[in-house]
């Protein structure tokens, strides 16, 4: 919302309908339905029926929705935060538009479609995933009594398939003539406490462009006429890992004196880089604390939860954390803006998860198949591209994004991964205006002997479950295994920081053992601090993100009790032992060394 934008939300209650096999549903009528679902969240737990939480395929959402007269001779759109994983909308029975992928968001024009006063949107949503879709599911199909097609999904993640509208569903109207993109890169000198900062306007029609600088006072500080500017700063403000502080760009159009648009980006101004096997914030060695997470609470699923977002930063801080990883895929706009503000480090990643053979628990299996085709039968890279510009292209302003992940546990001990990623890096440092360091996240059975990529990557991002998936329960036979790959990582890339971005053990709260066993929270307790003994001996090691911060939900599998247990939260956000002996030593551990 701004001096010349309106945003109204659509969110709240809508009818729903699960699509059987055999339904015919024309949005051309208002849907047929009982069913209604609370927007923005997965309709997964919502429901009561297990059909319609376990369906593979088709789900429709509609409601009404009025535009006020006195905007109709604006720009309307409506601006969905995420569909996953891909939806059709319809305004009044016609189609207004498509979109692919579950975890970005998409904006249609509607104005030929709707009028003054009461208005009706419809949307199809699938949650259908196989091999040519980020992330990647198994797609089987079969047929009912009838002959219809009956479609399967089987997750290749270990993470629940939640599905619908999960983000922010909005009106907007805005000017025609208005501002379509804002890129914001300060270019920073540590030395002079000064930055360049250059300001790029995109806007639909030509006009005057006028930047505004704000500090956090709302004082101007500088301001500058033109789509393009570099505009100098003395005295600068950095934003700092947990001591955040943001300046803003009002950027407006003007025709004569006339404002046409306006909108406002918050930004910070950091420096990232990456020197002699160190990960540099601000010029000084940054230290990583922190989790892989997801988007994942009670009732809601994967839906957007704020409160919940709110308070797992404020577990983070107090823990003496300083980071997470958006594990795997982009999160809420609402959450990257919160990250920013709260002056929390993020490793970005796109929903490219399963991009191995096929997923399973048993990993010394896949130490033997070396020479599967995975990667010459794929048909992810327009997908992975898709994904890859639109979370840049979202996220791109964030001072809090540090780091892009390009893919989690990709399979790169399998030929041909070198090819399908090396494009893929180049893409991601084309589009990034920052330059920040990309990566993908390396999967366990990818050991310096084994792994294809990781000339690829700025730093190496490690998988690791030595005492859990192997060697399990044995944690002195662990810390041996894990201490000599960590060498020998070290010695393959003497320059590049590491950094174990999951490590964790199984832990259902309330288990005890005095026999330190898994499951137990004394075992998990065990196991981060001989993890934590090994990367204090490693001299390139410069973070550790644990696996996972809360209790999560998966798919069903005799490896899961009611999902991944993992946490050293639960799913409800109450400590663990874990929680406890962590957050003493992160408190002990300086954010910069
Ligand atoms: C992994 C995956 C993550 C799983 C985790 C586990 O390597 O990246 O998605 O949840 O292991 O707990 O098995």
Redesign the pocket.
Known sequence: MTATRSVLSLNGIWSFKMQAAGDVIDPVAPLKTTEVMAVPASFSDQTANPEIRQHSGYFWYERDFTVPAALMDQRLSLRFGSATHEAWVFVNGTEVGHHKGGFTPFELPINDTVHAGTNRVTVKISNLLDHSTLPVGNYTETKDAAGNVIPHVDEN???FNYAGLHRNVNLMATPWNRVEDVVITPKIDLATNSADVAVTVKSTAAATVKVTLLDENEAIVATAEGAENTIHLDHIHLWQPLNAYLYQARVELFDGDTLIDSYTEPFGMRTVAIDSGKFLINGKPFYFKGF?KHEDSYVNGRGLNEAVNVLDLNLLKKMGANSFRT??YPYSEEMMRLCDREGIVVIDEVPA?GLMPDFN?DVSSAFKNNDNPFWSTVQTQAAHKQALEEMIGRDKNHASVVIWSIA??PATFLPGAHDYFEPLFKLARQLDPQDRPCTY?N??MSTPDRDNCSDLADLLTL?R?YG??IQTGDLKAAAAAEEAELRAWQEKWPDKPIMFT?F?A?TVAGVHSAYNEPFSEEYQVNYYDMNAKIFDKIDNFVGEQL??FAD?Q?KFGI?RVQG?K?GIFTRSREPKAAAIWLSRRWNGIPNFN
Do not use: A, L, P, R
Request: without cysteine; hydrophobic residues 35%; proline residues 0%.
């Open positions: 993640f270990d993470f892989g594990s795997h998860v628990f989690n546990e996240i999967i366990m998988n479950y859990w998936y999951e964790g199984d696996w996972n999560f998966t490896n991944n993992k």
